[in-house]
């Protein structure tokens, strides 16, 4: 079974550059979620989606985040514009609906903005 | 607002030794707790989980213990291995408000052989 895909695996932009960040979950997996983990601590969810739809987006910076996932696969998080606070890791993650079981996470994108 | 915390950022055991992580947490609406083990640059992969239910779980030479009352879990791994050395996450989840888990900071875990 493949695992979640994430790509680019680094990135590094100047502040208020744009980024954006992909994610291909595992096949048949229905619920995906951002996360964004910053250096010391743990993975914070940014976005849950369940198919195409939203599920769960109250801790994502909506001035400078979008996220989407057109046809309920694969999945698209932006930035713009970029901010020195926003240097972490994201994780994208996927489960089966209604459940735990089988929650993978990608290897993520490091990004660092300068 | 943490809701769960893991205390200790490191923990140094020797090989063969039992290591024994811990994770504290505030909110007592959850009702899964899950323990991740991440490399570097590899996304967390998931160990070992417990539901509210039970107050233990084991898997091998890794057991989770859950002491709702004190709202408190912990992670043994006997006995510890080099290849057991990464950064341990504890997360939680209240599955009744969804699958989103809910991390601690994270325990750097070094086996010295």
């Known amino acids: 079974e493949a695992g979640v895909a994430q790509s680019p695996r680094y990135k590094i932009i100047e502040k208020r550059q744009s980024v954006a960040f992909w994610c291909n979950p595992i096949?048949?997996?229905?619920?995906l979620y951002w996360y964004q983990q910053i250096l010391g601590q743990g993975p914070k969810l940014l976005i849950q989606?369940?198919?195409?739809?939203?599920?769960?987006d109250s801790q994502l910076p909506k001035d400078r985040f979008s996220a989407e996932r057109l046809k309920g696969v694969d999945s698209t998080l932006k930035i713009q514009p970029a901010k020195l606070e926003d240097s972490a890791v994201y994780l994208c993650?996927?489960?089966?609906?209604?459940?735990?079981?089988?929650?993978?996470f990608g290897s993520g994108t490091r990004l660092t903005v300068v | 607002d943490q809701q769960v915390k893991q205390n200790s950022p490191s923990l140094s055991v020797q090989e063969g030794r039992i290591s024994i992580l811990n994770c504290d947490y505030t909110?007592?609406?959850?009702?899964?707790f899950l323990w991740y083990k991440k490399y570097p640059a590899e996304g967390p992969t998931f160990l070992i989980s417990?539901?509210?239910?039970?107050d233990k779980n084991e898997d091998g030479r890794f057991t989770v213990f859950l002491n709702k009352s004190a709202k408190h879990l912990s992670l043994h791994i006997v006995p510890s291995q080099p290849g057991d050395s990464a950064v341990y996450f504890c997360?939680?989840?209240?599955?009744?408000?969804?699958?989103?888990?809910?991390f601690g900071g994270g325990t750097r875990l070094m086996v010295k052989p």
């Open positions: 989606f369940q198919n195409n739809g939203v599920v769960d």
């Open positions: 096949s048949g997996h229905a619920t």
């Open positions: 993650a996927s489960s089966l609906v209604g459940g735990l079981d089988g929650y993978t």
């Open positions: 417990i539901s509210s239910i039970k």
């Open positions: 997360a939680a989840s209240d599955r009744r408000a969804g699958n989103m888990l809910t």
């Open positions: 909110n007592s609406m959850f009702d899964y």
